[in-house]
């Protein structure tokens, strides 16, 4: 039987607040394969980040403002929001002392409680698809002002290879948490205008051969390299877009 949104949110609570999800295996060759594309995901978000100077921001979500915006730039406040207590506190031991106000609400994001026309930019990194999106992203663009900005980085499930990859290791994601496939991309573009950025294919198969080879923490190797630049090539193909792994998306309120 399908699940409600708000069992749903109860479960996203109690594997954050109880951290109950096993990443290491994953985050050890993230880390590894994609030292190329973090770089360059990185700069993408730095030049969008740039906007963000005196506006004012939701965060869903609430720590990644704290490598996407702290010291970068100084926007007229922030509100973060997120279902789980443990995450939320994640970004409050790390608000002293900052040139712009900062708060933080328990809260659901596929339901949001702000007024209408509440924020200039709602951002978040990898919680789409830990959502509801035809739920959150009315909410996000009910929140939103006229011509507002979303700025999302997303993991993607429409490779064959991810997908049996995600069935083999469920501990390492929420039981209800979906990776954006097509008709998430159709309904996000029914409220936005969106840029996307892909990353990580090429990347994936030879970091893991780089990885053997040259062992943990030797990133900076031919190989990694070439699965890089296979990768920035082939991501301007839009017909091998569901190859990919990730996704920025950059999109400005219909
Ligand atoms: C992969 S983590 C990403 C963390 C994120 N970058 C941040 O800064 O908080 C997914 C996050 O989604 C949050 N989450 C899941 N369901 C949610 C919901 N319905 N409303 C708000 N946050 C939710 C989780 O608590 C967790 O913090």
């Known amino acids: 039987m399908k699940r409600s ?42 030049e969008k980040v740039a906007t963000f100077k005196d506006k004012e921001l939701l965060e869903i979500g609430s720590h990644s403002w704290i490598g996407w915006i702290k010291n970068k730039v100084v926007p007229k406040k922030i509100t973060c929001i997120n279902i789980s207590k443990v995450e939320l506190e994640k970004g409050a031991v790390n608000a002293k002392d900052l040139p712009f106000p900062i708060d933080f609400h328990l809260m659901d994001a ?14 978040g990194g990898a919680i789409l698809h830990h959502l509801d999106i035809e739920k959150s992203i009315g909410h996000i663009h009910r929140v939103l002002r006229p011509g507002g900005y979303i700025l999302f980085t997303e993991p993607l499930n429409m490779n064959p290879l991810y997908k049996i990859y995600r069935k083999l290791n469920k501990k390492e994601r929420t039981p209800d948490e979906h990776a954006l496939v097509t008709k998430d991309f159709k309904l996000i573009r029914s409220k936005f205008t969106f840029d996307h950025y892909f990353f990580d294919f090429f990347t994936v198969g030879f970091g893991f051969l780089a990885l053997k080879i ?41």
């Open 214 to 254: 040259y062992g943990d923490k030797n990133y900076d190797n031919w190989i990694n390299r070439l699965g890089y630049n296979l990768d920035v090539f082939f991501s301007k193909i839009p017909l091998l877009h569901f190859l990919f792994a990730r996704v920025i998306i950059y999109g400005k309120k219909r």
């Open 5 to 46: 949104i708000e069992e749903i949110a109860k479960t996203e609570a109690e594997y954050w607040d109880e951290n109950k999800l096993d990443r290491r295996k994953i985050k050890k060759l993230r880390r590894h394969a994609f030292y190329y594309s973090y770089k360059r995901e990185a700069k993408i978000l730095n």
């Open 110 to 123: 596929n339901n949001l409680t702000f007024p209408d026309e509440s924020f200039d930019i709602v951002y």
